[in-house]
């Protein structure tokens, strides 16, 4: 089947967040939402997820899912804002475990911080399916970037989070902790397995030099034919040295901080102390 899909494109974080439609009924998906976050004052704004709301609520849709690809580094998951609003289950891969083992040491969160994935209502492994109305989707376990990156095959349609960017743009970063160039390699292998028509949608655009529009559809086949970093047969030892030599060039994301935090606890923060404050915590000289 061909879901219908409709992004959204978040300026702050050049992030697309997806509604994933059952065309012959009113079950949808969400993937990868944006909870809005200004860094300078620490304020949190719901504009970016009231959008995918109002899309929903016109359109009368039954939210099933919020999918998250991986625990993203870059922007705040919206997933329980839409929850409470929207209803849906919140998955994510169950390597969540190891990422939020690896932070939660970071982030000094103690005992009390669970780090069995329990935030999430469920967990997924490589080979599972799920459905979405009458949709099937499967899911690929595609580490690299990070350990719990999934990428989910929807009908016709595959959601890559960061794993591949547009052809023009290239592929993903792999040097946060529990990252790797050769999995990553392997990970767009087995994307690129996939038949040619496949249409993928990527989780962030850059707009690569000399592109006028940002966009987030391509396939299959042109990511084999044109992407600049996997493209044309490129060799598992000529991309580990590219992409290792890139990613010791690039600075962390500018939310990365306050991301990792809220995105480790399934969109939630962390908890509030005895007077009702939330706060983030910097650790110095960590990442």
Known sequence: MTPKITGFFDDATNTISYVVQDPEGRACAIVDSVLDFDYSSGRTDTKSADAIIAFVRENDLDVQWLLETHVHADHLSAAPYLQDALGGKIGIGDRIQVVQDTFGKVFNEGTEFQRDGSQFDQLFVEGDSFHIGQLRADVLHTPGHTPACLTYVVGDAAFVGDTLFMP????????????????????????????????????????????????????????????????????????????????????????????????????????????????????????
């Open 168 to 287: 023009d743009f290239g592929t993903a970063r792999c040097d946060f902790p529990g990252g790797s160039s050769e999995q990553l390699y392997d990970s767009v292998q087995k994307i690129l397995a996939l038949p040619d028509e496949t249409r993928i949608f990527v989780g962030h655009d850059y707009k690569a030099p000399g592109r006028e529009e940002y966009a987030w559809e391509t396939t299959v086949g042109e990511q084999k034919a044109k992407n600049v970093h996997v493209g044309a047969g490129a060799s598992k030892d000529d991309f580990v040295e590219m992409r290792d030599a890139r990613d010791a060039t690039l600075a962390m994301p500018k939310l990365i901080i306050p991301s990792l935090q809220v995105n480790m606890r399934a969109g939630q923060m962390p908890p509030a102390d005895k007077d009702g404050k939330v706060f983030l915590k910097v650790p110095v000289n960590e990442l």
